[in-house]
């Protein structure tokens, strides 16, 4: 079994930043991407920001220039570090990890962190 647990969610005014972590733990042999989705309430999760184990990247056009992730393969951490933050960013952000266990790979998300951004 793997967890992911959240942290830095929270309220923020609007040109402010807020940093996310999640970490990895339990049982598996590597990680392959991380990532970050968000998901307002009526709408579908969509993806923010993944990064995988060779370090390569891709965002969602919104967060382009705003939005950097990183990770820490040492520590299995994911970071999402959320600059000029706008309204419309408010949103649960999720964590995702696509592990690998033997040859099989799985996928597990985070409990969610809240992020509210008022204007």
């Known amino acids: 079994q793997v967890q992911l647990v959240e942290s830095g969610g929270g309220l923020v005014q609007a040109g402010g930043s807020l940093r996310l972590s999640c970490a990895a733990s339990?049982?598996?042999?590597?990680?392959?991407?991380m990532g970050w989705y968000r998901q307002i309430p009526g709408k579908q999760r969509e993806l923010v920001a993944r990064?995988?184990?060779?370090?390569?990247?891709n965002y969602a056009e919104s967060v382009k220039g705003r939005f950097t992730i990183s990770r820490d393969n040492a520590k299995n951490t994911v970071y999402l570090q959320m600059n000029s933050l706008k309204p419309e960013d408010t949103a649960v952000y999720y964590c995702?990890?696509?592990?690998?266990?033997?040859?099989?790979?799985?996928?597990?998300w985070g409990q969610g962190a809240q992020v509210t951004v008022s204007s």
């Open positions: 339990g049982s598996f042999d590597s990680i392959n991407s």
């Open positions: 990064i995988n184990s060779g370090g390569s990247t």
């Open positions: 995702r990890s696509v592990v690998v266990l033997t040859t099989r790979q799985f996928i597990y």
